[in-house]
């Protein structure tokens, strides 16, 4: 037998405990379909079978390792070692408070990358290093509150063909209920454009919308990030999701946290076959106007 736990951190492949249904955990898509800021995809380790509601990926274990490039012909235990994993999570989230620093060999990234301008990069502190399984990425500091909160990764090497994980987080289980990047940046806060993913944002503030936040994911808006929201002063959100089901649904979620704050909203959505992360700064000026430079 075969640990499935084990199988996942030899492929670097990023993974949590679902909080809320016993014998479940989240994996990060490997369909190679999406981004998938936090796991998304569901493992039934009682029938040890998985499906990614973002995209529709799923089946049985076997699938998982084929899709992984895994021998699938191998077979697997997992309700055991979920036991001990998640007994060993508890006790070290109760006694150690996990702390990460920019590593000691970081070298400055600034050069433009994935249609972002090497001014923004170099604004967002991106780094390269050859530690924590990083060696292939472009690496960004993520903050709040003045502290890093985790290192989030892209894989360096655009528009080829590996086995590595298109992104990276460390640590992989960073929490992000409460985080809206970079909100420390934001001078003014009474007005935020909330978007998806991390290249969303870069794009936007590259296009001087410098009151832009990264939500890290459509999943996880709840009542601790409309707080953090409420708390820093803002009275108008336009939230700017991707123009698709997932999207839709994500910001009419959001829209309902927000408004129960007695924060104004507003919805926009990309023009069809478009992407936050990858409009010109006159297809944004069509939506939004003049940018809003804090």
């Not at 604004?123 to 993520?142: N, R």
């Amino acid at each position: 037998m075969h640990d499935l736990f084990s199988i996942l951190n030899k492929k670097q492949i990023e993974y949590t405990v679902n909080p809320n249904k016993k014998n479940e955990i989240l994996i990060k898509c490997v369909s190679g379909l999406h981004e998938d800021a936090n796991p998304s995809m569901r493992f039934d380790l009682d029938k040890n079978v998985f499906h990614c509601f973002s995209c529709g990926f799923g089946g049985s274990y076997k699938k998982l390792l084929k899709a992984i490039h895994e021998d699938e012909s191998i077979e697997i235990e997992t309700k055991q070692t979920y036991k001990i994993k998640k007994l060993k999570d508890k006790l070290h989230n109760k006694y150690f408070k996990l702390d990460i620093e920019i590593p000691g060999d970081a070298i400055n990234f600034n050069f433009d990358f994935k249609g972002v301008d090497s001014s923004t990069i170099k604004e967002f502190e991106a780094f390269t290093t050859s530690q924590h399984g990083l060696a292939d990425y472009i690496c960004f500091p993520v903050y709040q509150s003045g502290k890093i909160r985790f290192i989030e990764g892209r894989y360096k090497l655009l528009n080829v063909k590996t086995n590595s994980p298109r992104y990276m987080r460390k640590p992989v289980n960073a929490k992000v209920s409460d985080l809206l990047f970079p909100l420390d940046k934001i001078k003014n806060k009474s007005h935020l454009i909330l978007v998806e993913g991390l290249f969303d944002m870069l794009n936007l503030w590259q296009h001087g919308y410098k009151n832009t936040v990264c939500i890290f994911g459509t999943n996880n808006f709840k009542q601790e990030k409309a707080k953090v929201i409420d708390d820093a002063g803002c009275k108008h959100a336009i939230i700017f999701m991707d123009n698709d089901v997932s999207g839709r649904k994500a910001a009419e979620a959001i829209q309902s946290l927000l408004e129960a704050k007695d924060i104004e909203t507003e919805i926009i959505y990309p023009p069809e076959g478009r992407d936050p992360g990858d409009m010109t700064k006159e297809e944004l000026m069509m939506l939004f106007g003049e940018e809003y430079d804090t």
